[in-house]
């Protein structure tokens, strides 16, 4: 079994700033990549930013150069600072990470965590 597990959303003023967590564990051969998603009401779900298990990055047209992917590999953890938040920022934001999981080393599978809720609002 694996579990992303999300930590960090609330309601800012725009402007504001918020860091958002996902903690990975389990049965994890190796990680591919790990990112987050967004999906506000009555829109699809969106890339935000995934980080690669070399370090490279690749962020959506709307947050590129307001929000910033890193992670930690010792903690099985990737990091979403979120900075200048705007209204249409409001959404709920899901880890994704594409792994091998040790059941499964041949396979590449993704996982997703349960989301959590960034309210961006006056």
């Known amino acids: 079994q694996v579990q992303l597990v999300e930590s960090g959303g609330g309601l800012v003023q725009p402007g504001g700033s918020l860091r958002l967590s996902c903690a990975a564990s389990?049965?994890?051969?190796?990680?591919?990549?790990m990112g987050w998603y967004r999906q506000a009401p009555g829109k699809e779900r969106e890339l935000v930013a995934k980080?690669?298990?070399?370090?490279?990055?690749n962020y959506g047209d709307s947050v590129k150069g307001r929000f910033t992917i890193s992670r930690d590999n010792a903690k099985s953890t990737v990091y979403l600072q979120m900075n200048s938040l705007k209204p249409e920022d409001t959404a709920t934001y899901y880890c994704?990470?594409?792994?091998?999981?040790?059941?499964?080393?041949?396979?590449?599978?993704?996982?997703w965590g349960k989301g959590t809720l960034v309210t961006v609002s006056s």
């Open positions: 389990g049965a994890i051969f190796r990680f591919i990549d």
């Open positions: 994704n990470a594409n792994l091998q999981p040790t059941t499964s080393v041949g396979r590449v599978m993704a996982y």
């Open positions: 980080i690669s298990s070399g370090g490279s990055t």
